[in-house]
Structure formats: C-alpha cells, structure tokens
T-cell receptor
Framework: DAGVTQSPTHLIKTRGQHVTLRCSPISGHKSVSWYQQVLGQGPQFIFQYYEKEERGRGNFPDRFSARQFPNYSSELNVNALLLGDSALYLC?????????????FGSGTQLSVL | AQKVTQAQTEISVVEKEDVTLDCVYETRDTTYYLFWYKQPPSGELVFLIRRNSFDEQNEISGRYSWNFQKSTSSFNFTITASQVVDSAVYFCALDKSGGGADGLTFGKGTHLIIQP
C-alpha cells in the first residue's frame, strides 16, 4: 500500500507569490494534518482536516489556508509568500480524528522563498 | 500552553555504545499523550512509540526502551548497542487526549550521529 504522498517534492518561489502544496493520505485515512518544519526546529502544527472539515488550526496567519476533498486528499495554500515561509511542509494522515493515535507522515515539500 | 524540551541538540557516539535522548514536557492537562518520532534524512517522520499519561510502565522494543516518569515530567528514550542506521533526528511530542484542535507539540529534536 502507498504511504502518504506529497507533491511537489521541491519548490522555489519569490516573495509575494502564491503556492499550493498537495497531499494524498494513506488509503482509508480520513484525517489529514499539515505541519511546517523550519530548518533546525521541530514541526509546527498548521491545520487538521477530517471528513472535509477543518477540525484544528495552529497559530499561523490567514495567509495560510487548506481544504480537503471528497477523496480525502488535501491542499495547503499560502498567499503573499514571505522569506520566513521557507520550510519543509509535512502532511500526515490518520484513520481517525482523535490525535492520540499515530500519524503517518509524508516526506514533505521543501519550499524555498527567494 | 504545552511545551516539549529536548535539551540535547546533537549527540555523537561510536557504534555499539548506548545512548539516551532526553525529553522534558510541560502541560496543565491531566490526560495527555507522549510520542517519539524518528526523522531520517529522507524527511518523513516515522512513529516509534505512544504513551498515555496514565501508563507509567517502561517499555522495551528490541534495542529501544523508553522511561516515562510523571514526577519529573520526562519521557526519555534509550538506544542500546547503537547502530549506524540509528543516525537520524529524533523528536519527542505531546498532545492532549482526544483533541486534534491543537495538533502535536514537538520538541526541537536531537540529531543523533552514530559513527562506525
């Protein structure tokens, strides 16, 4: 079975641009979470979606948005990119909403903002 | 607010040595979950263990063992007879039970280097 897949693997953008990152969860998983990992830091929670509804949001500005589709895949959108948005963006899936079960992570999208 | 502290930024040992990674957490919740994840150079986080706040039994899985002490708010991870393949960044994480609204709170990670 395929694991969590993310696309693209790498992305280079300039300040002020918009970016869309994509995530396909493990088959059967209905929950998708997004994390931002700045170099040298631990991942930081951005969003959780379950059954196409936002169930959790971290401390990120409104420039960050996301959605989940009927097939449970998800997109993370970031508008008006800043240099500080450069990071590894990780997607994680789980079968249930409850976070106390383990998350399965993808390999991430490395975003560089120039 | 929840917080996870991994004071060891980087540890380097020679293969076959034992190594302990420290994790100290802060939370006001009485029910919570603690996790350890491994991040190899490929980037994806790999789940290692989950422990709930009511279960203070230590756990051993092969060369890995975990020591949970609620009295000191610590959840330390020991690798016995380390191997080069253990080289990675290891993260300790915390979450409130039954939540989801706040996601996992991760520490900054410990970069473990196992030298042959």
């Amino acid at each position: 079975d395929a694991g969590v897949t993310q696309s693209p693997t790498h992305l280079i953008k300039t300040r002020g641009q918009h970016v869309t990152l994509r995530c396909s969860p493990i088959s059967g998983h209905k929950s998708v979470s997004w994390y931002q990992q700045v170099l040298g830091q631990g991942p930081q929670f951005i969003f959780q979606y379950y059954e196409k509804e936002e169930r959790g949001r971290g401390n990120f500005p409104d420039r960050f948005s996301a959605r989940q589709f009927p097939n449970y895949s998800s997109e993370l959108n970031v508008n008006a990119l800043l240099l500080g948005d450069s990071a590894l963006y990780l997607c994680a899936s789980s079968s249930r909403l409850i976070i106390d079960e383990k998350l399965f992570f993808g390999s991430g999208t490395q975003l560089s903002v120039l | 607010a929840q917080k996870v502290t991994q004071a060891q930024t980087e540890i380097s040992v020679v293969e076959k040595e034992d190594v302990t990674l420290d994790c100290v957490y802060e939370t006001r919740d009485t029910t919570y979950y603690l996790f350890w994840y491994k991040q190899p150079p490929s980037g994806e986080l790999v789940f290692l263990i989950r422990r709930n706040s009511f279960d203070e039994q230590n756990e051993i899985s092969g060369r890995y063992s975990w020591n949970f002490q609620k009295s000191t708010s610590s959840f330390n991870f020991t690798i016995t007879a380390s191997q080069v393949v253990d080289s990675a960044v290891y993260f300790c994480a915390l979450d409130k039970s039954g939540g989801g609204a706040d996601g996992l709170t991760f520490g900054k990670g410990t970069h473990l280097i196992i030298q042959p």
